[in-house]
């Protein structure tokens, strides 16, 4: 029964899925749009909203816990510096999906993630 398990396990072990979706979160907050599949999407959407409302707070602590979280010093730099001041107004929703169709090799379904401008 899965009773109460949330989240996608994706047929990867905890610990290649976490560190999968902290590097997918890094490349969108980075080149702020990336194509992935819809469930990778779907998965890392709240994960990327988080970062960027702890970058709003502009505390240390929050800034921890986003070079935490983040891999890159750089990306946690521009999330403070660039990303949450474009986003100061804005309640939360930071991105957005658009499916691109079935990927050719497999027909997994595709998606551009992307930040709202």
Avoid: C, W
């Amino acid at each position: 029964m899965r009773h109460r398990v949330a989240g996608r396990s994706l047929s990867r072990p905890s610990g290649h899925r976490k560190a999968m979706f902290r590097n997918l979160v890094t490349n969108l907050l980075d080149y702020e749009k990336i194509t992935t599949t819809e469930a990778k999407a779907k998965e890392i959407r709240g994960m990327a909203d988080k970062m960027i409302t702890l970058g709003k707070s502009g505390n240390l602590i929050s800034r921890r816990q986003v070079l935490g979280f983040i891999y890159d010093k750089r990306v946690t730099d521009k999330v403070f510096n660039d990303l949450a001041p474009r986003f100061a107004e804005r309640p939360g929703g930071y991105t957005r999906i658009t499916k691109l169709g079935p990927r050719q090799g497999d027909g997994a379904s595709m998606v551009k993630l992307e930040l709202v401008t």
